[in-house]
């Protein structure tokens, strides 16, 4: 039986997952849109076997740009030269079912699998930042529910969009002059509550048959589409029981609609500070949090939880009797993290945008690497992750650590691979390629 090794990303952010990163004189700010770069921390991570690269989006810039670096490199085109720059590492884009059509959709990807000869991956978001409506024509941001109802029709359609195309659909024939097989070419015709496509794809099907399907949400609504829908879970816990909680709930949801649990990986992300000593870890926590800026944590901390602090406050505990847990807002997964950190720790106001500063709600490990290497194998050995989104406080050097000091003591533990055993994402995953949903048997 082959041993159970867990998967590792690398989860891009510019400049790094800590607030104040690119104020850090480990960091270069000219740096974050030179694709050179990015590619350079690709092919690291290529060099380490990671199974992927995953890329954040959204379709509207962040109210909180004045202090920090929130803007956004759109994932296709910055996918696609990663792509050009490595052979084997997956590419994990995310893209909205709110804010973008089926069609459109279909294509890119499709088009991004073919380049990279099958590393795609679909990070499916339905987007929360209200702001970006009226980027779009629109009075105002779905609501939550509604956003989720579209969002299982659009996978439902981009599905077959993928689909439309059987394997054998593309024939090439130079003797017999027959390039395609057009009774293998399928129309989807779908006309639905939310969208009407006619297909089929106007690209032939791609190496992975589909990209994978990943999923980024823990509210009921989200955990109910990745048990349906996800092949990866991206998620964010403070606690093992938490995690172990929510692994345990996306499983059992994925075997009640008949899937195999095994084939929908759970992947928290975990954001290290390593140094060569505890104390030394905990010196580089504190030197990123020093750089932070109240106004910035405070903006984010509106933004989440709705309530509206000063500079004043920070040293006070806080308020919660203020914080309303019900409404569109509370179904923030994101939200309820940040509410279990205040009654399980009731921090200092300080104390949470501290908290919040090293990757926004994912947990934050300081420790040598033989430290954050336990806290891995114990998460992934106790029913809590299957793997981690490696979320670097700055890059390039916080990767640079886990990479040169973590990864060995994973190796050496035989929980993460010394090398490739396969090119597509999907085979880094240990997942099947689908077949198409129109493919039958033919004499």
């Known amino acids: 039986m082959t041993r159970r090794e867990l998967h590792l990303n690398l989860f891009v952010y510019p400049g790094g997952h800590h607030e104040a990163a690119w104020r850090h004189h480990a960091s270069d700010p000219g740096q974050i849109l030179d694709i050179g770069f990015y590619q350079d921390l690709a092919r690291r991570a290529e060099a380490a076997a990671f199974d992927a690269v995953f890329f954040a989006d959204g379709p509207a810039l962040a109210d909180n740009v004045r202090y920090a670096s929130r803007f956004r490199l759109e994932p296709f085109t910055w996918l696609s030269a990663i792509a050009a720059a490595t052979e084997r590492i997956g590419l994990i884009a995310t893209a909205s079912t709110t804010y973008t059509e089926p069609y459109n959709l279909a294509r890119l990807f499709a088009s991004l699998d073919h380049l990279s000869r099958g590393r795609a991956g679909w990070n499916i978001v339905t987007t929360g930042a209200p702001q970006a409506a009226r980027n779009f024509g629109l009075d105002a941001h779905p609501v939550h529910a509604e956003r989720y109802d579209r969002a299982r029709e659009f996978v439902d359609v981009v599905t077959r969009l993928w689909d439309s195309w059987e394997d054998e659909a593309l024939v090439a024939d130079q003797k017999t002059g027959l390039f395609a097989d057009t009774d293998r070419i399928h129309a989807v015709d779908h006309s639905g509550p939310h ?220 929980l993460f691979r010394s090398s490739y055993t396969g090119t597509t994402l999907r085979e880094h995953y240990g997942l099947a390629r689908p077949d198409s949903q129109y493919a039958s048997p033919r004499a």
């Open 195 to 414: 969208l009407t496509v006619y297909g089929p794809l106007n690209i032939p099907r791609t190496p992975q048959g589909r990209p994978v399907y990943v999923q980024a949400g823990s509210s009921e609504d989200g955990r109910a589409f990745a048990g349906r829908y996800a092949e990866a879970v991206f998620t964010a816990h403070q606690t093992l029981g938490s995690a172990q909680d929510f692994y345990a709930d996306i499983k059992a949801r994925a075997a009640t609609l008949g899937r195999d649990p095994s084939k929908v990986l759970v992947l928290p992300g975990i954001s290290p500070f390593i140094g060569s000593t505890e104390a030394e870890a905990r010196a580089l926590y504190d030197e990123f949090n020093e750089l932070t800026q109240p106004e910035y944590s405070l903006q984010q901390l509106h933004r989440i939880l709705g309530v509206r602090l000063t500079e004043e406050q920070l040293d006070g505990p806080v308020p919660r009797e203020l914080i309303e847990t019900g409404g569109e807002r509370g179904n923030g997964s994101r939200f309820q993290v940040i509410l279990d950190i205040i009654d399980r720790e009731q921090p200092t106001v300080r104390g949470l945008l501290h908290r919040l500063a090293g990757a926004r709600g994912h947990r934050v490990i300081a420790g040598t690497p033989e430290q954050v290497a336990d806290q891995l194998q114990e998460w992934y050995e106790h029913g809590a992750a299957d793997g981690f989104n490696i979320m670097p406080p700055w890059l390039p050097g916080g990767f640079d650590l886990f990479a040169d000091h973590v990864v060995p003591i994973l190796r050496e533990r035989g």
